[in-house]
């Protein structure tokens, strides 16, 4: 008696199974991985000021009346640099103007970075410590003031004329 | 477990008696035992973000998404169910590794029927959001139905916010959790 219930019970148990086939939620995962490389953008630029080197054959944007250039670098991570490259003509040039000495250097806060070429540079502030190594930028905006100097240093006088340079600044993100 | 008790019982006996027969009956129909819902995802294909050429401060992989701005390389699974009308939704992204000064504050998931290219389902951080350029704004929260049959879906992903800027330089890697209930 017991075992036939007992098989009878077993089949009910397994009917019930049979019929017991719930849908049930499937997940899956998808991974999604990639690498991104620091970057830095320019933003805005400023203008600086050539004033005459009073006495000597040179503009400058330290001299008195001149003014700094300015640009502002954005990075998206630390341990970039910026370095500065001596001063181009960006216009036509001034006749007569046969400059021997070129000189920029680019400031973020404290630091200072040079660019000097020429065979008897002048040696003023900025350029009295010439350093040319990598300015280190921080992540985020960073604001960069820009001087520069051309000319001969020797006493005498300018031509007349526009004087139109640039420098050139170059960012390398890590 | 129930017959090993007092069998004497001729209440319970006939009790008994008649879940038998119904056990019987679903014994006796595989038709109805056969016809359980059920879905099954194969060949999942990774994706791979990148930084968002919106310039906007975020990682996406959305190509191949309508009106999307094509960054990255979606991922894909292969999805059958054996009856229409399942359900599928999308979880957020869930951060596995990234840089630690990246905060975004905005995350969100794309998953598309590449068959029936409107049938979207997205998800979507609370508090922020969504991204406003395609192809992640609009879009539905609300799981959509998928038919009957092989399916591939498209998924993709962005993690950042909707300022200007870069993300930080590294490794990133998220994974998006894809969910399908059968109808």
């Known amino acids: 008696m017991n075992f036939r219930l007992i098989a009878l019970a077993s089949c009910v148990a397994l009917g019930s199974i049979a019929l017991d086939g719930k849908a049930q939620a499937q997940s899956v995962d998808v991974p999604f991985s990639g690498t991104v490389i620091n970057t830095c953008t320019f933003g805005a630029v400023t203008s600086g000021t050539l004033t005459l080197v009073p006495g000597f054959q040179a503009v400058s944007s330290t001299a008195a009346g001149g003014s700094q250039g300015s640009a502002t670098v954005t990075c998206s991570g630390p341990v970039a640099t910026i370095t500065v490259a001596t001063p181009v003509l960006s216009g036509a040039a001034v006749p007569a103007f046969a400059p021997n000495a070129f000189q920029s250097a680019v400031k973020l806060g404290p630091l200072t970075r040079t660019a000097i070429s020429g065979a008897t540079p002048f040696t003023s502030a900025p350029w009295a410590v010439p350093n040319s190594a990598p300015l280190p930028l921080f992540a985020g905006v960073n604001v960069l003031a820009v001087d520069m100097l051309v000319g001969t240093n020797t006493a005498g006088t300018l031509p007349g004329g526009t004087y139109n340079y640039k420098v050139v600044l170059t960012a390398s993100p890590n | ?183």
């Open chain 2, 1 to 183: 477990m129930i017959i090993t008790t007092k069998l004497k019982d001729g209440t319970r006996f006939l009790s008994l008696s008649i879940l038998s027969l119904s056990g019987w009956a679903g014994m006796l129909n595989p038709v109805q035992a056969l016809s359980v819902s059920q879905c099954t995802f194969t060949n999942i294909t990774p994706g791979t973000i990148v930084k968002s050429s919106t310039g906007l401060k975020a990682l996406e992989a959305s190509t191949g998404f309508f009106g999307g701005s094509n960054d990255g390389i979606t991922g894909s699974v292969d999805l059958d169910c054996n009856r229409p009308n399942a359900l599928v939704s999308i979880g957020l992204p869930t951060l596995n590794s990234a840089p630690a000064t990246f905060n975004p504050t905005i995350s969100q998931a794309l998953v598309q029927d590449i068959n029936n290219p409107t049938a979207t389902g997205t998800s979507i951080t609370n508090g922020g959001g969504p991204f406003n350029h395609a192809p992640w704004a609009g879009q539905p929260t609300a799981p959509f139905r998928i038919g009957k049959g092989p399916q591939t879906l498209r998924i993709g992903m962005i993690v950042g916010d909707n300022s200007i800027g870069s993300p930080p330089g590294g490794f990133y890697s998220y994974s998006t959790v894809l969910t399908v209930v059968p109808n």
